[in-house]
């Protein structure tokens, strides 16, 4: 399958500062990509879902001022938790995909810890 | 509203076959998925099944869908040490939205 790359795999920040997470489809061009949440022991939330260059559109709850999504290209979406704080702490895990109803292949996860 | 459940936990012997449910509550999904989630890892597709189909079976995976009561299964036959990990079904009503189940952590014991 194609392969989804995210950057970094784990994180330790100071609160109040910002983290930036890269996702990267290296072999395909994804014309959308998805950004989910995990928490321990829990499912997947959906944050948002990005088509490239277009505004991402946000899942009900997910503010779109603290988690900033860029899809500026066909390989490249950011994540950036702005101010981060402890409760922001979670596994992100990306997906990625090229055109509608195809396979989404995930991201191994960016695990996130704010001290 | 969409709300996909799975039991949460599984223990089964090496060799045995494993049975992971999944009930789900919206009626329009067009795709039924199974993921697979190791440790610290992202997830990884390992079979879907189309809402007009009853089965599918693909080597030791079988899905098994029950339109009529929303419940979705996945035997695993022959269960090995590496098949330990979480599963988690998901569907999808034919849009870019995934709804995730909660997961059900398969452990395998020799």
């Known amino acids: 399958g194609a392969v989804v790359s995210q950057h970094p795999s784990w994180v330790i920040c100071k609160s109040g500062t910002s983290v930036k997470i890269e996702c990267r489809s290296l072999?395909?061009?994804?014309?959308?990509m998805f950004w989910y949440r995990q928490f321990p022991k829990q499912s997947l939330m959906l944050m948002a879902t990005s088509n490239e260059g277009s505004k991402a559109t946000y899942e009900q709850g997910v503010e779109k001022d603290k988690f900033l999504i860029n899809h500026a290209s066909l390989t490249l979406s950011t994540l950036t938790v702005t101010s981060a704080h402890p409760e922001d702490s979670s596994f992100y895990i990306c997906?990625?995909?090229?055109?509608?109803?195809?396979?989404?292949?995930f991201g191994q996860g960016t695990r996130l810890t704010v001290v | 509203g969409e709300d996909v459940e799975q039991s949460l936990f599984l223990s089964v012997r090496e060799g045995d076959s494993s049975v992971i449910n999944c009930t789900y509550t919206?009626?329009?999904?067009?795709?039924l998925y199974w993921y697979k989630q190791e440790p610290g890892a992202g997830l990884q597709l390992l079979t879907y099944i189309f809402s007009n189909m009853d089965m599918k079976q693909d080597q030791r995976l079988t899905v098994l869908l029950n339109k009529k009561d929303k419940h979705l299964s996945l035997r695993i036959a022959d269960t090995q040490t590496g098949d330990s990990a979480i599963y988690f079904c998901?569907?999808?009503?034919?849009?870019?939205?995934?709804?995730f189940g909660t997961g059900t952590r398969l452990q395998v014991f020799p």
């Open positions: 919206d009626s329009s999904s067009t795709y």
């Open positions: 997906s990625a995909r090229n055109g509608v109803n195809t396979e989404a292949f």
């Open positions: 072999d395909f061009q994804a014309t959308t």
């Open positions: 998901a569907e999808s009503m034919g849009t870019d939205k995934l709804i």
